[in-house]
C-alpha cells in the first residue's frame, strides 16, 4: 500500500504541472464556454428546455472526458515505453500492478478535475430548471464508471502496444464506434438492432441514463439495468487489465 | 308597351352590373384557418388548421396555397419571413371538385416572443385576385431560458481563472524551491 | 562469497537465441565489468538479474534470493542505472530524487536529496525543471538515484555516457569509494575499456551469446613484465628509497607511481606494497592487454 501513494501522487502531479495536461483542460473548458455561448446566442439551441440544454451539457462533459481518458490511458504504458521512464520504474521494488492502479487513479483524478471544471457550466446552463441536482449526480456517477471502463481498456491496450500511437489509434477507433450509434436518429436507436447496440455500448447506456434521469425525470429505480450494464463492464476492464499487466514487456 | 320594354332593359342592364359585383365580391374559393386554443410560448411547435373549400360548379385546378406571417407588435408591424418558422412554406392542390374540401396543417416553430398575425393565401391561377382568409391573431409568451448573464460570467471567467490559476501554481512552486533553497543557505 | 550467480542461462526472443548456456559469477567487492558487443545480450541478463525479465531456462540467484520469484524484495537490495533512462522533464532534481526514495520506502528530507546531488556533482540549489537539464546532467541525477538505497549491487550500464572526462573521473572516484568504504559490489557493463582497467577486477567478456573468458582482469604474468601506475592516498606516503623485489619504480608524478611488475601477479604487487605501508587507492595497467582480450575474444565467427 505504501507504494501506491507515491506512484498516485506523482500521476495527479503530473496532470497539473505538465504542459500536455494543462493543455488538455483548457480544451475542455473552451469548448464547453464555446457550446454555452452558442445556447445563449444561437436561435435553436436558446429555445432549448433548461432540462435537455442540462443534458445536451453533460453529454459534452462526458464525451470530452472520455476523449482525454482515452489519450492519458493509451500513454499509460506505452508512453513510459517510449519515453524510457517504464523501465526505471520497474527496477523499482513497484510490482506493475502497483503501476496500473495508480494509472487508473491518476485517470479517475483526470475525470475529478474534468468534473469540477464542468460543474460551474451546468450551474449556469440548469440552475433555473429541473433537475440539476440529479444531473450532477449521475454524470459523476456515470462518469466515474466510464472512466474505469474506458481507462481499464486503454491501459490494458498500452501494455500490449509498443508505441503509444498505436494504442492511440485503436482507442480512439474504440472510442467513435461506441459513441457513432448516438448519432443514429431516435426512430433507429428505437428499432431491434438499435436496442441491443444501446444494450452492448457502455457509452449509450450512460448517455441513456442521464437523459432519463434529467429529461424525463425518471428515478432510481429505471437506473437499475443501465448500472448493472456498467458494474458490469466496470468489472471486465478490470479484470482485462489486471490479466494483461501480468506480463509488461519493455 | 314602351314603359315594359324601358323596365325589362333596366332589370337587365341591373343584372349585368350585379352579376359582375357577385363575380368580384364573392369568390367560389372559401378558405379559413384555425390557430391552436392553448397558449402559446416560444419553442412551442403548434400547427395551424387550414380548410379550403371548393364552392363552384367547376373543378379548380392547380391552386398555390402560402402561409404569411406578419408582426403586429404596436409600432413594430411587419411582415415576417417564415424561414426559420416553418419549413412548409407553400402547397399546391393538384385539383378540387365542386364542393370538396382540402384540410392541411401548417406546423410552426415560435421561435420569437411577441404579437403575430397569421393568414392563408389561396391563388387560382384563373383568376387574377387571390384568396386570403381572415387574418388570425395570436400572442406568444416569452419563455424562461437560460440566464444569459451567468452564462458570460462562467463562459469568459472561468477559462481566465483556469489560466491565472496553472500560473500561480507554477509560481508557489518554484518560489516554494526557493524558499527551501534560502532557508537551507 | 557470492553475491550473484548464473548458471547456464538461455533466454529467446521469437525464436532468436539471445543467450545459450551463460554462467558467471560475482563475488561480493567485486567491481565487475560485463563486456560485449552491441546485441550481445548483456542488457538481457541485466534485466534478468533483476527479475523484469524471465529466463527460458538456466538458474539465477542475486544475494541468495531468485530474482523470477523474489523480484521485488530483491529490487529492494540492489540497484540499477539503465542505459536508457528517461526522466519526467516536469520534475525538479529533488522532486525525483524524492519521488524514488520514496518508491524504496525512504522519506528523504531536502537535506539528504542535496547530498545526493551533490556527491555526484550536480547543483543543489538548482531548481530548473530536469527536461532544461544537458545529456551529462541527466546521467548524473540517474546515478543519483541508483544510489538512493545504499544498494548491496549496484549494476550500471554504461554509466560514463554523456559525460566528460572530469565527470567520468568523478564517476569513477565515486564507485571506488563506495566499493571500498561500504563494501558495494558493482557491477558495469561499457564499452569504455579505460573504465574497465581502472575500476575493474574482473571481467565477463558476452559474445555469440556465450560468456567467452570470465577471470581477473588482471592476466597471469609468469614470465612476463607488466607496467601499471598505482595512485597513492598522499604523495607524502611515497618512500624516498624504493625496495621492493620484483616492483620497480619508474617514475613519480605527483600521488601517481609508474611501476614496472617482474614475475609477479599485479594483484600480489598491489598487496605487498599495501601491506608494506603504501596508501594504494586506485591503479591501472599501463598498455593493457584488455583491449587486445576483447577484440581476440569478439571477433570470432559465430557458430
Known sequence: MRLYKPLIKKECLEEIFSARGAALYLVVIGVLSVFSLLLVSNTELSLLENAQAVYMMSAIVMTLALLIIVIRGGDGFAGERERETLETLLITPVSPAEIAVAKLMGLLFTWLIVFVLSMPYLWAVGSTGQNLLSALVYLFAAGTFLVIIFGGFMLALSVRMKTFKGALSIGLTAFLLSGSPILLGSSLRQSAVGRVVDLINPFATALNMLDSVVVDSLGLLFQIMPLAILVFYTIAAIWVLSMTIRRVEL | ?185 | ?303
Open chain 3, 1 to 303: 562469497m557470492k553475491a550473484l550467480e548464473i548458471n547456464s542461462l538461455k533466454k529467446s526472443f521469437d525464436g532468436m537465441k539471445v543467450l545459450e548456456d551463460v554462467s558467471m559469477t560475482v563475488y561480493r567487492g567485486d567491481i565487475y565489468g560485463f563486456l560485449g558487443p552491441n546485441g550481445s545480450g548483456k542488457t538481457t541478463t541485466l534485466r534478468i538479474l533483476l527479475g523484469i525479465l524471465f529466463p527460458d531456462e538456466g538458474k539465477v540467484a542475486v544475494l541468495k534470493l531468485n530474482p523470477s520469484v523474489d523480484g521485488a524484495r530483491l529490487r529492494q537490495r540492489v540497484n540499477v542505472l539503465p542505459e536508457s533512462h528517461g526522466f519526467y522533464g516536469w520534475m525538479r532534481a529533488e522532486e525525483y530524487l524524492r519521488f524514488f526514495g520514496q518508491l524504496y520506502g525512504l522519506q528523504l528530507t531536502t537535506t539528504d536529496c542535496r547530498l545526493q546531488l551533490d556527491k555526484v556533482g550536480l547543483d543543489p540549489a538548482d531548481i530548473r525543471p530536469i527536461r532544461t537539464f544537458s545529456r551529462g546532467m541527466k546521467q548524473r541525477l540517474g546515478i543519483a538515484r541508483s544510489l538512493l538505497n545504499d544498494p548491496e549491487i549496484l549494476f550500471l550500464d554504461e554509466p560514463t555516457n554523456g559525460l566528460d572526462p572530469k565527470g567520468r573521473r568523478g564517476i569513477h572516484d565515486l564507485l571506488l569509494n563506495l566499493n571500498r568504504e561500504k563494501g558495494m559490489t558493482v557491477v558495469i557493463s561499457t564499452h569504455i575499456l579505460d573504465d574497465v582497467e581502472r575500476l575493474c577486477n574482473r571481467i565477463a567478456i558476452l559474445h555469440n551469446s556465450k560468456i567467452q573468458y570470465e577471470g581477473s582482469l588482471f592476466e597471469p604474468v609468469v614470465g612476463k613484465s607488466t607496467r601499471y601506475r598505482f595512485r597513492v592516498a598522499d604523495d607524502k606516503n611515497i618512500p624516498n628509497t624504493w625496495n621492493f623485489p620484483g616492483i620497480l619504480c619508474q617514475e613519480k608524478k605527483g600521488q601517481w607511481i609508474t611501476c614496472e611488475i617482474k614475475d609477479m601477479q599485479p594483484d600480489n604487487a598491489l598487496k605487498f606494497l599495501i601491506q608494506n605501508g603504501i596508501p594504494i587507492i586506485e591503479a591501472i595497467q599501463v598498455n593493457s592487454g584488455l583491449e587486445a582480450m576483447y577484440l581476440n575474444y569478439t571477433t570470432q565467427v559465430k557458430e
Open chain 2, 1 to 185: 308597351m314602351k314603359r315594359s320594354y324601358v323596365l325589362y332593359l333596366t332589370l337587365l342592364i341591373l343584372l349585368i352590373i350585379a352579376g359582375n359585383s357577385y363575380a368580384d365580391g364573392t369568390p367560389f374559393i372559401q378558405v379559413s384557418l384555425q390557430a391552436p386554443k392553448s397558449a402559446l410560448k416560444m419553442g412551442d411547435r403548434p400547427v395551424f388548421k387550414g380548410v379550403v373549400k371548393n364552392l363552384g360548379r367547376h373543378s379548380l385546378k392547380g391552386l398555390v396555397v402560402y402561409l404569411s406571417l406578419v408582426s403586429l407588435k404596436p409600432g413594430h408591424e411587419h411582415p415576417v419571413d417564415l424561414e426559420d418558422w416553418s419549413a412548409q412554406k407553400a402547397v399546391r392542390i393538384d385539383q378540387l371538385a365542386p364542393g370538396e374540401t382540402h384540410r392541411q396543417g401548417w406546423p410552426m416553430r415560435l421561435i420569437q416572443a411577441g404579437r403575430f398575425g397569421v393568414a392563408l393565401t389561396v391563388v387560382d391561377p384563373l383568376e387574377n385576385r387571390p384568396v386570403v382568409s381572415d387574418l388570425v391573431p395570436f400572442d406568444i409568451h416569452p419563455k424562461p431560458t437560460i440566464a444569459s448573464s451567468r452564462i458570460l460570467l462562467v463562459a469568459v471567467g472561468e477559462p481566465l481563472l483556469l489560466l491565472i490559476s496553472f500560473g500561480l501554481f507554477h509560481w508557489i512552486r518554484t518560489r516554494s524551491a526557493r524558499l527551501r533553497e534560502a532557508v537551507q543557505i
